[in-house]
């Protein structure tokens, strides 16, 4: 997976290692995922991958790390499609943009072609800016 992205986005270079690491250790605590008659997760892993402008590569790295990693029925898979540029986007032109239906759903072809059926994918009105919260403290009790 692109080191490169993760540090010049999250200061962070390390940050699919780790990544990957805690996904594996979360695993070995809870095991495969179990949900109740009515579809209802009782335990399990949930790798929310969130897609970003113009780094479907990592995407794609991401989704064959998953399927190379995992077996089916072992965890659950949700392809995020609710990115909206924000705060210090700004700085990085490459990404101060919303990610286009053509990019998410080349994201989405490559994860039902590699055969993880365990998952969820996302409607493009989960990419509205009314979903992110003022993180001022508002609304916390």
Known sequence: MDTQAAARYSDAENYPE???????????????YQADSRGILQKGVIIRH???PGLLKNTYAVIDWVRKTFAPK????????QYVPCGQ??????????LSAREYKKAEQ?????????GFVQEKASADKNFIPLFDGTGII
């Not at 780790?18 to 495969?32: C, D, F, R, S, T």
């Not at 072992?74 to 499609?81: D, E």
């Not at 490559?110 to 365990?118: A, K, M, Q, T, V």
């Open 50 to 52: 969130l897609v970003l």
């Open 110 to 118: 490559y994860l039902f072609d590699s055969g993880i059926e365990d």
């Open 89 to 98: 986007a700004a700085r990085y032109p490459e990404i101060n943009r919303p």
């Open 18 to 32: 780790i990544a990957q690491q805690a996904i594996l250790a979360m695993y070995e605590q809870v095991g495969a």
């Open 74 to 81: 072992q965890v659950l898979f949700s392809l995020m499609r």
